[in-house]
């Protein structure tokens, strides 16, 4: 037996499968034989541009809206619907979940690879349960002209701190000689890796600056600086100088002097 429906329903059977995949924008009016102001109009412009129907006859720019429709032509318009607009947004999907996939994975390895990195730090930081002091010492002497402006005079030395999560606070004891008339003076400032304990990399005075010591005659000085935020590793302290005499001499004697190093 055949089952003959007319092509007004169908044409609402296609826009109600239609609704399951995402809206595509309608052609422009290619049946001559379908009205604009038609209920199916829109429907049947969507079935000529997705290919599901090439016109009656086939072909033709005429629809027939009041034809009835075999079998024959039901199943080949639900075909050309899954080939033509179901298949490919499914592949697109696959697509797209094959990319969030990717990059998921990516995702968590960069998540294990942090997490491992906090274990690490967390281990380290862990087995300093008392602050842990370290006992370096320097020599040699140094003259210089001072400017308004610092400038790097002397590498103390190199320390090695244990993990990222701590702090690192710097005791230095030295001696320096001032030359000059009237009210002039050396000052002298610890950085560490050439950054000062507020954070000042450059050679501008900063009113923040800790970890400065001003000498205006002669004579013994100590400086203590707190460090936060360094990475684990080695790091190198510096006395860095500016100030107004004639010059500026560091441990006159040639004396050893110490650095204690504290981490906590």
């Not at 490919?88 to 942090?114: E, F």
């Not at 004891?173 to 400032?189: D, F, K, P, R, V």
């Amino acid at each position: 037996m055949t089952i003959r429906i007319s092509k007004l329903r169908l044409g609402s059977l296609i826009l109600a499968f239609a609704l399951f995949v995402p809206a595509t924008a309608w052609a422009t009016h290619v049946f001559t034989d379908v009205s604009d102001g038609a209920f199916y109009a829109a429907p049947a412009e969507w079935a000529k541009t997705n290919n599901i129907t090439t016109g009656s006859p086939a072909g033709s720019s005429t629809f027939k809206p009041l034809d009835g429709v075999t079998r024959g032509e039901s199943v080949t318009f639900l075909k050309r619907y899954h080939d033509n607009v179901v298949q490919p947004q499914i592949d697109t999907n696959k697509a797209d979940i094959t990319t969030m996939s990717t990059a998921l994975g990516n995702h968590s390895l960069s998540i294990d690879a942090n997490t491992s990195d906090i274990a690490t730090n967390a281990s380290a930081i862990a087995a300093i349960t008392t602050p842990i002091t370290t006992r370096y010492t320097y020599s040699g002497t140094t003259i210089a002209t001072p400017t308004s402006a610092w400038v790097n005079q002397v590498t103390v030395g190199v320390f090695t701190k244990a993990a990222a999560g701590t702090d690192i606070l710097l005791d230095i004891s030295g001696n320096s000689e001032t030359a000059g008339t009237g009210s002039t003076n050396c000052l002298w400032q610890v950085r560490v890796d050439g950054v000062s304990d507020a954070g000042n990399s450059g050679t501008a005075a900063s009113s923040s600056d800790g970890g400065t010591v001003v000498n205006y005659y002669s004579g013994p000085w100590n400086i203590d600086a707190l460090f936060t935020g360094l990475s684990a590793g080695a790091h190198t302290v510096q006395l860095w100088l500016r100030g107004n005499s004639t010059s500026c001499m560091n441990n006159p004697g040639n004396f050893t002097y110490t650095m204690l190093v504290t981490e906590s």
